[in-house]
């Protein structure tokens, strides 16, 4: 991964590319037999994911005694664990990660702000494709995962000094706020350089198996640059 290369094109046109709109579709029953291996691979992976998480004396142990380097230690675990069960359960429909860019902090607090940032953005993310997600299956499991995404959001937006339900567009709130499509794509885009022959970075706001695809490879791109930014940066703050 290119740690901190400069910007190949314009925000704008990196914006632009990762929202086009996607291409190709396999016929109907095809796509149904697939959303049916995917629900059924999520339920089989779930409770290995689980298992695979570290116990509370394993992570203090990891953290050294640090209550806050246990928390993003574990954070960087759990998005580590929500590529690898997103892409078990698109199998070969899985795209492949993006090329990142700016993913190195420059210090503690910037990281910590950043980090605030991306998991309140895929609170938003998650809860703004919720409504079209066809598979009610799927939407249980993008459910699951948005949870965790909330708890690391409420902790690191108080590790910031912001109330713990501050959105990424700084509103408090009472009730979580749907991110819209674009509003996603224009907060990832500064950390895309380009996305490596992946899918567009979008889906159709009218549910369909063929859409669910979409949705959890909009999801995986996200995930995808969550770990590669706590892989990248716990290990040089913490």
Do not use: K, W
């Not at 901190?4 to 925000?11: A, C, F, K």
């Not at 948005?146 to 959001?153: N, S």
């Not at 996603?184 to 889906?203: D, Y």
């Not at 909009?218 to 716990?234: I, K, M, P, S, W």
């Amino acid at each position: 991964m290119d740690r901190e290369s400069s910007h190949s094109r314009t925000q704008h046109g990196a914006a632009a590319e990762l929202s086009a709109n996607p291409t190709g579709a396999a016929a109907g029953t095809s796509r149904r037999r697939f959303l049916g291996q995917v629900v059924a691979t999520a339920a089989a992976v779930a409770p290995v994911v689980l298992a695979s998480q570290p116990s509370t004396v394993e992570a203090q142990q990891g953290g050294g005694g640090n209550p806050v380097a246990q928390a993003f230690a574990d954070i960087r675990a759990h998005e580590n664990a929500h590529v690898q069960f997103l892409v078990n359960a698109l199998g070969r429909q899985a795209r492949p990660m993006p090329v990142f860019q700016n993913l190195l902090q420059p210090n503690r607090d910037q990281f910590v702000r950043t980090s605030a940032a991306l998991e309140n953005t895929g609170c938003g993310a998650y809860l703004g494709a919720a409504p079209v997600i066809h598979n009610r299956g799927i939407l249980a499991s993008a459910g699951s995962l948005a949870l965790i995404e909330a708890r690391h959001a409420g902790f690191l937006n108080n590790l910031a000094g912001a109330h713990i339900t501050t959105n990424v567009l700084g509103v408090v709130q009472t009730f979580e706020t749907p991110l819209t499509i674009q509003q996603v794509v224009n907060l990832a885009s500064p950390f895309i350089r380009n996305l490596n022959g992946g899918p567009p970075l979008t889906f159709s706001l009218h549910p369909s198996a063929h859409n669910d695809i979409a949705i959890l490879n909009f999801a995986l791109a996200l995930e995808y640059l969550e770990a590669a930014y706590y892989n990248l940066n716990v290990p040089v703050f913490f």
